[in-house]
């Protein structure tokens, strides 16, 4: 008798199909591709449209990677902005009651922020756009050269040929 073949919705055929690896492969570099973008845009408008102003430390968050403080500062039109600024020079380490000057932009004074000591950010964009660019290419590569393998891998496993 014949073995029954599985179906191809269980995970073990599709975990070991190549177009999953394709899909997140995908994923992986648009997620690249748009954080490189939002980047860009953000230094264009700073470096464009961007205002100076003086700054406070309300708050200091050292949390590795995660770092941030909380500043505030009146912008050209009168408005008090309390904001979060991730982009803020860490050397000398922060302390509240610091003065800081920031640049910011009009259009949205409390999301697009930065410390003027950090200078333009072009080089996260390019890193985000060589990531990205790169991880889609070798990828895609690495998949088109070994596709009939891992197709080959999910055939065996719903046959129950597999060994693993």
Known sequence: MPNRLRSRWLPGYWLRHPLLSLVV???AAVGLLLLGID????THRLNTYGVHAAATVLEVHGLG???YVVASFTTADGHHVVTQITDYY??????????ATVLYDPASPDAIVRDVRIGDDH???WVGFGLGAALGSGGAVFLWRTWSMWRENAEDWRSGRHFA
């Open 39 to 42: 980047s860009a845009y953000r």
């Open 90 to 99: 860490w050397n000398p380490r922060p302390r509240v009651g610091d003065a």
């Open 25 to 27: 492969l995908l994923f």
């Open 123 to 125: 080089l996260t964009a």
């Open 65 to 67: 990677q995660n770092s």
